[in-house]
C-alpha cells in the first residue's frame, strides 16, 4: 500500500482504493463466517438473534474505534448498525425466526 500523500494520481488512488476495498470485502467475509458460527451457538443455547445489550455495546466499540482512528463516528455507527441488521437476519433465519428463544 501507498500512503495517501505518496499518491500522485487519480490512478495511483483508484488502486489503492480498490486494494483497500478486496481487504474490506474479505474481512466482512470472515465476519459473516463468525455470525454463522454464532448462530449455531446461540440455537445451542437458546439464545435469540437479537440481544440489544450486544448490539449496543458493539456500536460504542465501534464508535470509539473510530474516534482514534480519525472516522466520523455517526459514519461509522451508521455501517455498522446496517451490518449488525444484516447480521441478524442471517441468525433469525438459522434460528429460525417464529421461533421463541429466551
Known amino acids: 500500500m501507498i500512503a495517501p500523500d505518496k499518491c500522485h494520481s487519480m490512478d495511483d488512488l483508484r488502486i489503492q482504493i480498490d486494494a483497500l476495498d478486496a ?38 466499540n465501534v464508535r470509539a474505534r473510530a474516534s482514534v482512528e480519525g472516522l466520523d463516528p455517526g459514519l461509522a455507527e451508521k455501517l455498522w448498525r446496517d451490518l449488525i441488521e444484516w447480521s441478524i437476519g442471517r441468525e433469525e433465519m438459522a434460528l429460525g425466526a417464529g421461533e421463541e428463544r429466551q
Open 23 to 60: 481487504r474490506l470485502v474479505s474481512l466482512l467475509s470472515e465476519r459473516a463466517r463468525y455470525i454463522e458460527r454464532a448462530a449455531q451457538i446461540k440455537a445451542g443455547a437458546g439464545l435469540p438473534a437479537r440481544i440489544d445489550d450486544r448490539v449496543e455495546e458493539v456500536v460504542a
